[in-house]
């Protein structure tokens, strides 16, 4: 059977989108997952999202990792399949989609290439010795280091996310530096098992986890730059928790096709 797809991309972050409002795809084979998002024998991408009928909803969202596993939250996914949604002409400005960690409000550009994206809200920050740990719909792990260019993500990502403490469930590492009146973040994504050129919930992590880290309270705006591009974090900061969370970026498709699945 041959599906179309469509590819998008968030700040590089880049995903497979199947309209599957009629249910034509079982997307429960993780092979079949892994092997289109397989970059030398598949499609390729971070990975893959079928948009689908939710009553009470605009859609849903259904994600899986590259790996071909049903993954948490993906921050640059959602805001891509609100991109999404809008190309197929289900909601024109203003949505209300459920995910994975519940219900997601987002707005998109009249262009059709901005969009941001609402949250969960955060009540909890913990810390690993240096490093900041938070779930912000997924499990992130944030340390501030010197000379983040050419600091090797893959392997220190690599090893923290296998280490003891988070082998089992996995968790999404990153690594960020001061730049200008922002920061500069590089993440391992479990899942992807590799470092990727943006995650949407890792830079929203990193941004509420410098606000505690700098004790600032307030509505806080955070510009990001990521390997793909740039992202902006906004949100409301008691000193206890982090409220009206938003993600904003570009959300961009780069092609269709068919596929044989």
Not at 33 to 54: P, S, T
Not at 120 to 126: G, P, Q, R, T
């Amino acid at each position: 059977m041959k599906i179309q797809f469509y590819k998008y991309q968030g700040a590089g972050n880049d995903f497979i989108l199947v309209d599957n409002r009629e249910n034509i795809v079982d997307h429960t084979n993780p092979k079949l997952i892994e092997h289109l998002c397989d970059r030398r024998f598949g499609i390729g991408g971070d990975g893959m999202m079928f948009l689908q009928n939710k009553a009470g909803y605009d859609f849903e969202m259904v994600y899986y990792n590259a790996d071909g596993q049903p993954s948490s939250m993906c921050g640059n996914g959602g805001r891509c399949i609100v991109a999404f949604a809008k190309f197929l002409n289900i909601i024109k400005t203003d949505t209300e989609f459920l995910a994975v960690d519940g219900p997601h409000h987002a707005k998109i550009s009249d262009t059709g290439d901005w969009v941001s994206l609402q949250m969960i809200d955060v009540h909890e920050l913990n810390t690993d010795l240096d490093a900041y740990v938070l779930n912000t719909g997924s499990p992130h792990y944030v340390k501030l280091v010197e000379d983040l260019e050419h600091r090797d993500v893959f392997h220190e990502g690599k090893a923290i996310r296998n280490n003891a403490t988070y082998r089992e469930k996995g968790i999404n590492v990153n690594f960020v530096e001061p730049a200008g009146d922002g920061y500069f973040v590089r993440t391992f994504e479990r899942g992807v098992e590799d470092e990727t050129f943006a995650c949407g919930t890792g830079v929203t992590a990193v941004a509420l986890a410098m606000a505690s880290h700098n004790q600032k309270t307030g509505h806080i705006v955070t510009p990001i730059k990521v390997l793909g591009g740039n992202l902006n974090i906004r949100f409301n900061y008691d000193g206890k928790a982090f409220t009206d969370i938003f993600l904003e970026g570009p959300a961009v498709q780069v092609f269709d096709g068919e596929v044989e699945i």
